[in-house]
C-alpha cells in the first residue's frame, strides 16, 4: 500500500494536476489493516474521519495547480449557486461519474454524504473562509488508490471541457458575462501549443511480434509526453500477423507493459475479453480501411469543438438532449469528421460510427469523447495526425473565440 | 409499499399450511431481500442439523426483482447447506424470482417435511400442495415435459437428490441451476419434487422515471465493459469466454490442481464450441447481457456448458473432449448435480485411483453417484468424505467441504483469501476477486501480492451479499457499481439510499452469516485452502511465474482480515461488533 500511495501522488505531479510542493501537492491514503499517507499533511485528521465515516480503503486529496484550479473554483461557485452539481457533458462524466458534486466546507461529515453517493466531491469555500482554501478534490476507492486517481484525473479534464465550451456557448448567445472573460483570459496562458516536432517512432514493418510489442509500448508513451489524453487512459492497436494486439481496458497508456492483449481477428480465442472497450471498433476499422496502426487519444480541444453546435439550431433540434448518440448533422472540424457514439458496443456504441468515417479519412472525432487517428503502416503516421487534428482544433477554437469577442 | 410485496409465504409440509409474514418496512429495508432475508430465517434454526424437519429453505426475490432494473431477475436459495453444513445458498437465474414476485410474494420460506413426494404450486394468491409420487425418480428434463410450466416457472429437483447426493441441485426453468451447496437434496429431504410459481401482478416502483435514468446509467456501463458486452465477452461467447483467459494466465486447475496449465485448452475454448453448437443467446427474464448459452446439434437443443463446467470437466479431470464437456454438463442437469462439485470429486477419484477417465467412464460414473450405486454412493457425498473415506484427504480440493471453482488460487492471491474466509466453502464469488485480478474492474491489482487484499475481500463481501439481496447478478458489477443500484434502489422502494448504504447491510448480512458459521462450530481452522497451494509450484512460464503461495503471507492477510471484518483471532464473531451492527447474539 506505501508504494501505491507513492505511485499515484507521482502520477498527478506527472499529469500536472498537481506539484511536488505548495498547496497543490496531492495527498494520497491507502488503508488495509492500518491507514498509510503519501506525506504529512494538516487535512489528515479530517481526511481520517472520512475513512471512518466510508467503506473504503483509499482516498485521494489534490488542490488542483492552474489552471484546474482556477476552473474548478468558478464551476464550483456556479453550482453551489444552483443545485449543488456539476454537470459536464462529456462522455466520461457521462459514463462513469454521472456528476461532480459540490460542497462548501471541508467537513469530514460533508465529505462522507457526498462519497457515499458518488466517487468525487469538490470542496469550495467562500473566498473568505481562511481555515481552508479551496478548491479541492477528493476521490475514493474500494479496491486501490487508482480509482481516486482515475477519478481525479476525469473531474479535470470535464471541468476543463465543460468550461471552454459553456465559454463558447456564452459567447455565442451573448450570455458572457465580465467574470469569465476575465477567467479565460487568466485560464488561456496555461493553455501551451501543441508541440509540433514529431518524436522518432520504431519505423515498420515490424519483423516480429516482440517488435510489435515495444512499438505500442513506445506510441502509448508518447501520446502521454505530448498531452493528448486526459491522465492516461486512451487505447493503441496495431495489426501484425492476422492478430490485433490492442491495450487492455483501463490500461494506463505509460505502462504498457504487460497490457497488451493479442486478438487473433478469427475469433479463435476469447483472449480479447480484457482487452479495450473499443476492440470491436479497432477490429472493425482494421477490417474497413486496411490500416495497421490505431491510436485513440483524448485531446482536450478535439472534444471541445466536437461540443460545439450552433445554439440556434441546437434549440431547435429534435435530438438536442442526445446529441452523443443522434446527432442527426454530418459535422467536420476541419476535414476530420465528428461521429456520435457511446464507449463500447452498445446499439449506440462508437463501434457503429467510427470504423465508418474511418474509411472515408484517417482521423475521426467521437462526440465529446476523443479522436481516433489511423497509419496505414505505422505510429508515426497516427500520431502526427493526432497533433494536426488538435492544432486546428485549438486555433479554430481560440479564433472562434477571438472573432466573437470582438463582436 | 413500494418494491417489496409486502407478503412471505410461510409453508409447514408437516402441518399441510399455509401463512403469511407481514415484516415491517424497517424489516424489509434491513434486510433488503434475497440473501438478507434468508439469513434472518435461517439464523432462527441455525444450529439444528440440515435435514432437521424444521430447517428452514428459503427462497427469496429482491426489492428490484420484477422491475426494469438490469439483471434483477435472479432468485436467492439458502439453507444450511448438506455438503458442508455451513450456509448453504445459491442465486439462481431463469424467471423463479420474477414469477413469485408477480404472484405477491417477497419470498418463501418452507419448514417441516411432508411424508410423500409433493409440488408446491403457487399461482398469485392460490398456493397447493400436489401430490408428486408420479414424478419422484423422473429427471429434471422429463419434470418439465411432464408439467409443462408455460409461462410459470418451474424448480425440480432429479434423482440425484431423492438418492440422497450432497451436492444435488435445483434446476429451474431447465437451464438454469441453484448448483452450489447441495440445496436439491435440502428439498428432497421435505420430498418436494418441485415448486411451479406463476404470477400475473405488477410490482410497485415509487418513481419510474428516476428508475429509467438509473436503468440507462448502467445499461451505458455495461455497454463499455469489454467482459459483458464486447465480441469476446459474455454476451457473445457465455462465461466460456473465460476459459482462454485462465489458460492465458496460467490459473487454469489441472490435474486435480496439480499443474495450472492444460496443453489442450486451445482446442477447447468458447470458439471450439462455437463452432460446433451455433450457441443461441438466453438469459434470465429481464436480462440484456443473456450469458446464457443454448447450444444445438442434430436437432437437440440444450443448454451450453458454463465456464466451470468447461473448465472442470476438460483440464481438472485429464479429458479433451468438448462432447462429453457437453453430455456431462446436460447429465447432471437432468440428474440434478453441482457440475463443479462432481467434476472435482471425479479428479480427486481420479488422483487417488491413478485411473483415467475415458468418456464412457466419467458419464456412467455421473449416473452412479446420482443413483447411489457401487463407488459412486462415496463419490455422492463429495470430495472431501470421498478423499477422507480413501485414506487420501489432502487429495480432496475443498474448502470447509466445497469444492473449489476453476480459478487456481496460485494465480490470483485476493482469489486464494476470499476462497479461504468464504462463508459457504470454496466459493468464488462471494467475493469475487477476479473482477479486479483478472478483468482489470474497477481497476487492475497485482494478482501474486496480498498488499491491500484482505480490506478489499472484506468490502467485496459485503458487496456482493447486498448485490445477492436486492437481487442483481454479481456479472453485472464488472461494469455498474453500488453507486447505479443505490439509485435503482431508491427510485423502487421510495427510501434514501447511497452506495455506502448498501455496503452497510451487506455489511450486515455477511456478519450474520459469519454468526451462523460460528454458531455451527466453524473458526480459523476452517477459513485455510488444501496444503497443496502452499507447497506445490503451478505451470510458469518465462514470463509468468506461478509458485506456491507463502503461507505466512496468506496468514498475516487473514489475520488483518478478521482484524478488519471485527473477528477474533481465531475468526470467531465478537459480541460488541454484533451489536454495533444490530444482529442478534447467542453465546457462541
Known amino acids: 500500500m506505501e508504494q501505491l500511495v507513492k505511485k499515484y501522488a507521482d502520477k498527478l505531479i506527472q499529469a500536472k494536476l498537481g506539484q511536488s510542493s505548495g498547496p497543490s501537492q496531492p495527498l494520497v491514503g491507502g488503508l488495509d489493516n492500518t491507514l498509510v499517507w503519501n506525506r504529512e499533511a494538516d487535512e489528515i485528521p479530517v481526511l481520517e474521519d472520512v475513512f471512518k465515516g466510508l467503506h473504503i480503503n483509499s482516498l485521494v486529496f489534490l488542490k488542483p495547480a492552474e489552471p484546474y484550479g482556477s476552473l474548478l473554483d468558478y464551476l464550483a461557485a456556479n453550482a453551489l449557486k444552483s443545485n449543488g452539481l456539476i454537470q459536464p457533458k462529456d462522455c466520461e462524466t457521462r459514463t462513469f461519474l454521472h456528476d461532480l458534486p459540490v460542497i462548501n466546507e471541508f467537513c469530514a461529515d460533508k465529505i462522507v454524504q457526498a462519497l457515499k453517493k458518488r466517487k468525487s466531491v469538490i470542496i469550495a469555500p467562500p473566498k473568505n473562509n481562511k481555515s481552508f482554501k479551496g478548491p479541492a478534490i477528493v476521490a475514493h476507492g474500494t479496491v486501490s488508490p487508482e480509482q481516486g486517481f482515475v477519478t481525479i484525473s476525469s473531474v479535470c479534464f470535464a471541468s476543463f471541457i465543460k468550461f471552454f465550451t459553456d465559454y463558447l456557448e456564452a459567447l455565442q448567445t451573448g450570455l458572457a458575462t465580465a467574470d469569465v472573460h476575465a477567467l479565460f483570459d487568466v485560464i488561456i496562458p496555461y493553455v501551451k501549443p501543441v508541440q509540433k516536432k514529431l518524436p522518432e517512432f520504431t519505423p515498420s514493418p515490424f519483423p516480429n511480434e516482440e517488435t510489435v510489442y515495444s512499438a505500442i509500448i513506445e506510441a502509448g508513451r508518447k501520446t502521454i509526453e505530448y498531452e493528448l489524453v486526459d491522465s492516461y487512459f486512451g487505447n493503441v492497436s496495431y495489426f501484425w500477423n492476422e492478430t490485433l494486439y490492442i491495450s487492455q481496458t483501463g490500461s494506463s497508456m505509460d505502462e504498457l507493459r504487460g497490457c497488451i492483449d493479442p486478438v487473433p481477428m478469427d475469433g479463435s480465442t476469447s483472449a480479447g475479453l480484457t482487452a479495450s472497450s473499443e476492440l470491436c471498433a479497432h477490429m472493425e476499422t482494421v477490417s474497413r480501411t486496411g490500416c495497421k496502426a490505431i491510436l485513440h487519444g483524448h485531446p482536450k480541444f478535439c472534444v471541445i469543438l466536437s461540443m460545439d453546435c450552433d445554439p440556434v439550431e441546437k434549440a431547435a433540434c429534435s435530438f438536442k438532449e442526445h446529441c452523443h448518440i443522434k446527432c442527426p448533422k454530418k459535422r467536420f472540424a476541419g476535414s476530420t469528421p465528428i461521429v456520435p457514439g457511446e464507449v463500447g458496443t452498445g446499439p449506440f456504441g462508437l463501434c457503429n460510427t467510427l470504423p465508418l468515417a474511418l474509411e472515408q479519412t484517417n482521423s475521426a472525432i467521437v462526440y465529446g469523447h476523443g479522436l481516433f487517428t489511423i497509419g496505414n503502416n505505422n505510429f508515426s503516421q497516427a500520431f502526427c495526425t493526432m497533433l494536426e487534428v488538435e492544432d486546428f482544433c485549438r486555433n479554430s477554437y481560440i479564433k472562434k473565440v477571438r472573432l466573437l469577442r470582438k463582436a | ?588
Open chain 2, 1 to 588: 409499499m413500494y418494491g417489496w410485496t409486502g407478503k412471505i409465504l410461510i409453508i409447514d409440509l408437516t402441518k399441510k399450511t399455509i401463512g403469511v409474514e407481514t415484516p415491517d418496512l424497517d424489516v424489509y429495508n434491513r434486510y433488503v431481500g434475497g440473501k438478507g432475508f434468508g439469513g434472518r430465517y435461517l439464523r432462527q434454526c441455525a444450529t439444528l442439523p440440515w435435514d432437521h424437519p424444521d430447517m428452514v429453505i428459503c427462497i427469496f426475490t429482491g426489492p428490484l426483482t420484477g422491475t426494469i432494473s438490469p439483471t434483477s431477475g435472479r432468485a436467492h436459495i439458502l439453507s444450511k447447506s448438506p455438503l458442508t453444513g455451513l450456509v448453504g445458498d445459491s442465486s439462481v437465474g431463469g424467471k423463479l424470482a420474477t414469477r413469485l414476485k408477480r404472484a405477491g410474494w417477497d419470498g418463501i420460506v418452507i419448514k417441516g417435511k411432508s411424508k410423500i413426494p409433493v409440488g408446491i404450486m403457487i399461482e398469485d394468491n392460490r398456493v397447493e400442495f400436489k401430490d408428486a409420487k408420479g414424478l419422484w425418480g423422473l429427471d429434471t428434463n422429463a419434470v418439465h415435459k411432464r408439467i409443462r410450466p408455460k409461462n410459470a416457472s418451474l424448480a425440480c429437483i432429479g434423482p440425484a437428490a431423492e438418492n440422497g447426493v450432497h451436492f444435488a441441485s435445483i434446476i429451474v426453468d431447465r437451464h438454469f441451476a441453484a448448483g452450489r451447496s447441495g440445496l436439491g437434496l435440502s428439498l428432497a429431504k421435505k420430498k418436494i419434487k418441485y415448486i411451479l410459481v406463476g404470477g400475473t401482478g405488477h410490482c410497485k416502483v415509487k418513481n419510474q422515471k428516476k428508475l429509467k435514468l438509473a436503468r440507462e446509467d448502467i445499461l451505458r456501463l455495461t455497454a463499455a465493459s469489454p467482459a459483458l458486452m464486447g465480441q469476446f465477452g459474455f454476451t457473445c461467447l457465455g462465461t466460456g469466454a473465460v476459459y482462454d483467459l485462465m489458460d492465458n494466465r496460467r490459473m487454469m486447475p489441472t490435474d486435480n490442481f496439480r499443474r495450472t496449465r492444460f496443453k489442450h485448452a486451445s482446442k477447447l475454448n468458447a470458439a471450439a464450441y462455437t463452432r460446433t453448437y451455433s450457441p443461441k443467446k438466453h438469459g434470465c427474464l429481464g436480462c440484456h447481457i443473456l450469458c446464457k448459452k443454448i447450444g444445438t446439434k442434430n436437432k437437440n437443443s440444450f443448454a451450453m456448458p458454463e465456464f466451470e463446467t468447461m473448465s472442470h470437466f476438460t483440464a481438472l479431470i485429464g479429458c479433451m473432449d468438448t462432447e462429453l464437456v457437453v453430455k456431462a454438463n446436460e447429465r447432471c442437469n437432468y440428474l440434478g448435480m453441482d457440475t463443479i462439485s462432481a467434476a472435482s470429486t471425479l479428479a480427486c477419484r481420479r488422483e487417488i485411483t491413478g485411473l483415467d477417465y475415458t468418456r464412457g467412464k466419467v458419464l456412467s460414473l455421473l449416473d452412479d453417484i446420482a443413483f447411489g450405486k457401487g463407488e459412486g454412493k462415496d463419490l455422492a457425498m463429495g470430495s472431501k468424505h470421498y478423499a477422507k473415506k480413501m485414506g487420501a484427504p489432502k487429495a480432496a480440493m475443498a474448502v470447509k467441504g466445497l469444492e473449489l471453482p476453476a480459478y487456481d488460487p496460485r494465480g490470483a492471491y485476493g482469489m486464494a483469501l476470499g476462497y479461504a474466509l468464504s462463508t459457504r466453502g470454496g466459493c468464488h464469488l462471494r467475493a469475487y476477486p477476479i473482477s479486479h485480478e483478472i478483468f482489470r474492474k474497477p481497476v487492475a491489482t497485482d494478482r501474486f501480492s496480498f498488499s491491500g487484499k484482505a480490506r478489499i475481500i472484506k468490502i467485496a463481501e459485503d458487496l456482493n451479499a447486498v448485490v445477492d439481496s436486492l437481487i442483481a447478478c454479481k456479472f453485472i458489477f464488472f461494469a455498474a457499481g453500488l453507486e447505479e443500484y443505490a439509485t435503482a434502489y431508491e427510485a423502487v422502494t421510495g427510501i434514501e439510499t447511497s452506495a455506502q448504504d448498501l455496503l452497510k447491510k451487506g455489511e450486515c448480512i455477511y456478519y450474520n452469516e459469519r454468526i451462523i458459521n460460528a454458531m455451527n462450530k466453524f473458526d480459523a481452522d476452517d477459513d485455510d485452502l488444501p496444503d497443496r497451494f502452499f507447497t506445490e509450484t503451478g505451470s510458469s512460464t518465462n514470463n509468468i511465474r506461478i509458485p506456491p503461495i507463502n503461507r505466512g503471507a496468506f496468514l498475516e492477510a487473514r489475520k488483518k482480515y478478521y482484524n478488519i471484518r471485527g473477528l477474533t483471532a481465531n475468526g470467531l464473531p465478537k459480541k460488541e461488533k454484533a451489536q454495533t451492527l444490530g444482529l442478534l447474539w447467542n453465546n457462541l
